[in-house]
């Protein structure tokens, strides 16, 4: 098969799947999910087809332009609509849709009591192909006709159980918050075509390195700006936590995995206008460093699984973000741990959802305890993925995360300090929360209702969940297990992306690897142990204790929501009353004026049209008299 | 004699005619008052026909006692309609054009 061809098809097809299920609606009911299922796996066998059709090539061919249709001829702006096939696309096809297709299978079990499961997987189908389209877009415009397709797909998921309102808001704040960064993304695009003339990847990227740093650092914040509110970096984090309202697998897939990763594709991709300009690489960082320790001190406090977990995405795609403003040094590092993070966390997901659905959809931590003599494959699935993600020497998140602090330490002057420390000390909180988290659901004491201990709540039975379930967690498990080794061995990965990333000499950081190796397991080990003590060792209190300043801020995002609603919700709410006054008062006004002043004077002249022969002979006699007065003044 | 008085004598049977019709409230008198004025626009026609020492003048005082002829055929015959249906002669109870 043709690379062309397959494509095509990689997109087409679950997007023709999910046409057909909204289509045809309730007739697919009894095996809409089973079509779902069956496009993504589609789509998996073709994306192994490119992946193996690029191997197949010399490292200097492993990129190939389809040109599917001229898009937007218009004068001086014209717009191709073509893909692009290369290694770092196809890296992305790959994770999409394996992982994809395996949170497909899990939620046709998942999914198995909600009336609308045919609706879940057509909005998931919906949601591989506008992902598919982002990832292989060969330009900035097609790029966003993806963007925006994932955001409606999360949108419409967050908002999935809309009959709760709660939901509904949750999705609704996703979606706002998510314009706010397309707005970036469209700001540069607008700003390409001002200094370049084009929003083709090829175009811009070749014409990036003369571009002045004005235009080169304008164009990079407002990419930096759009790949903020896709992947709820600072200041545009606040949606992610509330995005845990969707199912779990939406969760897995779109809010862990693929979607919210975008934000920092779009970095890698657009490398090159940000070595044209220090200063927006430098935001890029500082953006990845802050929401980094953002995420890791939000996710030590929340004890909600999910939202521990949501904190936790945030937390690792600063890391991402991090390495990807460092430059060339890093790209190949964050999509490497882009990677990784996808199957650890989307794992880890799955499994916080095994949980929920031996519990009875219970999300508080504090209710569960003592589950892994219950439910052992997600007891050790979620392991698995809790070492790989804590970078416990040998597994997937070791490699990767290692790589991002080594890169970090690079550098001269202050921010090798500055950022390295961050990133240290960031997986040591990681090994802390996320510690704290797998020991709580799963070790110390049973804080749950099991019938006879007297413990409030409703009587639960924990059980592990169906094979269908399971299965995809093993898989996801076995990636979070032998992934990072895998791609690490010879450094096969990082050659595999060079043609994208650029080839980078070995810079030596500034403290030798070892000693970083070194502070790294140090730190974890710590972070575990303190996780131990607290939460295994010792009784954790069913209803959650006042806590410390930083704990409450915690709990409450770094009050992240009260910030935004001070700043933005409400002057925003005055400015739109204050506009919708102004609008009925003036420009209302005037045309409502003006029209009910034409109704009052017809009303005074229609009082003369009283029907009486006599007015209207004295009016003519009147108008007679007046005429010729008026004409023979002129006379004389 | 002067022109003068035949026009002025012409402008008090027009004033008269008009303030008949607005005035008085009968159809009959209104009509009268139409007539009035009617020929005391002939007066003048004839006046300045007379003046001019052309025919003209009088030839259009014809035209105009024809018109009125037919004009007092049809405004009579309507007027006695309205009478007998409505049982009045008064022009202010003939108002239905009004809004």
């Known amino acids: 098969m043709s690379l062309d061809l397959a494509a095509i098809g990689i997109v087409a097809i679950p997007l023709l799947s999910a046409g057909l299920l909204l289509v045809l609606g309730r007739r697919t009911d009894a095996w809409g999910h089973w079509l779902g299922v069956v496009a993504s796996t589609i789509s998996a066998v073709l994306a192994f087809v490119i992946l193996f059709g690029l191997l197949g090539r010399g490292a200097e061919d492993r990129a190939v332009d389809v040109h599917l249709f001229s898009w937007i001829p218009a004068g001086d702006l014209s717009v191709d609509a073509g893909f692009l096939l290369d290694p770092l696309s196809a890296t992305f096809l790959m994770l ?38 982002l990832v292989l877009a060969d330009s900035f415009a097609l790029l966003f006709v993806g963007w925006e397709g994932v955001g409606l797909a999360s949108y419409l998921l967050i908002g999935f159980w809309n009959q709760r309102t709660e939901y509904a808001v949750a999705a609704k704040k996703a979606f706002v918050m998510n314009r706010v960064g397309d707005m970036g993304l469209i700001i540069a695009m607008g700003a390409m075509f001002a200094s370049i003339g084009s929003v ?13 740093e004005g235009w080169a650092t304008a164009i990079g914040i407002a990419l930096l700006i759009g790949a903020c509110g896709k992947s709820a970096q600072f200041p545009l984090q606040a949606w992610l936590g509330d995005a845990m309202a969707g199912p779990t697998p939406v969760s897995a897939l779109i809010h862990a995995a693929t979607m919210v990763t975008a934000g920092v594709y779009l970095v890698v991709r657009s490398g090159v206008i940000f070595e044209a300009s220090p200063t927006a690489q430098l935001l890029v960082v500082i953006v990845g460093a802050i929401t980094l320790l953002f995420g890791a001190i939000v996710g030590c406090a929340k004890d909600d699984i999910k939202k521990a977990l949501a904190a936790s995405t945030m ?21 490497f741990h882009l990677l990784t993070h996808g199957f650890f966390k989307a794992g880890m997901f799955l499994g916080a959802g095994s949980v929920m659905h031996g519990m009875n959809d219970e999300v508080n931590m504090r209710g569960f305890g003592g589950l892994s003599k219950y439910m052992k494959i997600t007891w050790i699935t979620f392991g698995l993925g809790w070492l790989a993600i804590i970078g416990f020497p040998g597994l997937s998140g070791f490699w990767s995360k290692d790589k991002i602090i080594e890169a970090a330490f690079v550098g001269e002057g202050w921010q090798p300090w500055v950022f390295g420390t961050v990133t240290l000390l960031a997986a040591g909180i990681t090994a802390f929360y996320m510690s704290r988290l797998f020991f709580m659901t799963f070790h110390g004491k049973a804080r749950w209702n099991d019938g006879d201990n007297g413990l409030p709540g409703p009587v639960q039975h924990p059980h592990e969940s169906p094979l269908l379930m399971t299965v995809p967690m093993i898989v996801l498990s076995v990636g979070s297990l032998g992934l990072g080794g895998f791609l690490m061995l010879g450094d096969r990965f990082f050659s595999w992306l060079e043609p994208v990333t650029g080839h980078v000499e070995h810079h030596e950081p500034v403290i030798p690897i070892p000693v970083i190796m070194g502070a790294t397991i ?41 910030v935004n609603e001070a700043t933005f919700a409400r002057p925003g709410t005055h400015l739109v009353r204050t506009l919708t006054y102004a609008d009925t008062a003036v420009v209302d006004g005037a045309v409502n004026g003006l029209g009910s002043g034409a109704v009052g004077l017809g009303e005074r002249l229609r009082k003369m049209q009283n029907g009486h022969v006599r007015s209207y002979a004295a009016l003519m006699s009147v108008g007679v008299v007046l005429v010729l007065a008026i004409v023979l003044a002129a006379r004389i | ?21 607005i005035v008085r409230r009968n159809a009959i008198v209104a009509f009268m008052g139409v007539e009035l ?40 015959a309507i007027i006695v309609s309205i009478f007998r249906t409505r049982g009045s002669a008064s022009l202010d109870d003939a108002s239905l054009l009004k809004s």
């Open chain 1, 200 to 212: 083709e990847f090829a175009d811009v990227f070749a014409a990036a390195p003369e571009l002045s």
């Open chain 1, 522 to 562: 140090v730190l974890m080990v710590v972070g575990v142990l303190l996780a131990w003590r607290q939460y295994w060792a010792s009784a954790v209190p069913i209803t959650p204790p006042t806590g410390s300043v930083l704990t409450r801020a915690a709990r409450r995002d770094l009050y992240q929501d009260s």
């Open chain 2, 37 to 76: 004025m009617l020929n005391a626009a002939n007066l003048t026609l004839v006046t300045f026909a007379r003046m001019h020492g052309d025919l003209t003048g009088q030839v259009i005082a014809f035209f105009v006692m024809v018109v009125a002829a037919a004009e007092v055929v049809i405004g009579l």
């Open chain 1, 315 to 335: 937390s690792q795609i600063g890391y991402m973000m991090l390495a990807a403003g460092l430059g060339p040094v890093g790209y190949a590092f964050a999509i």
């Open chain 2, 1 to 21: 004699m002067s022109i003068l008085n035949y026009l002025v004598l012409s402008g008090i049977l027009f004033s008269i005619g008009a303030v008949a019709v």
């Open chain 1, 96 to 133: 999409i849709t394996f992982v994809g297709t395996l949170i497909h299978v899990y939620a046709v079990a998942y999914m198995e009591h909600d009336d609308d499961r045919r609706r879940f997987f057509a909005y998931l189908n919906l949601f591989i192909a506008a992902m598919l389209i």
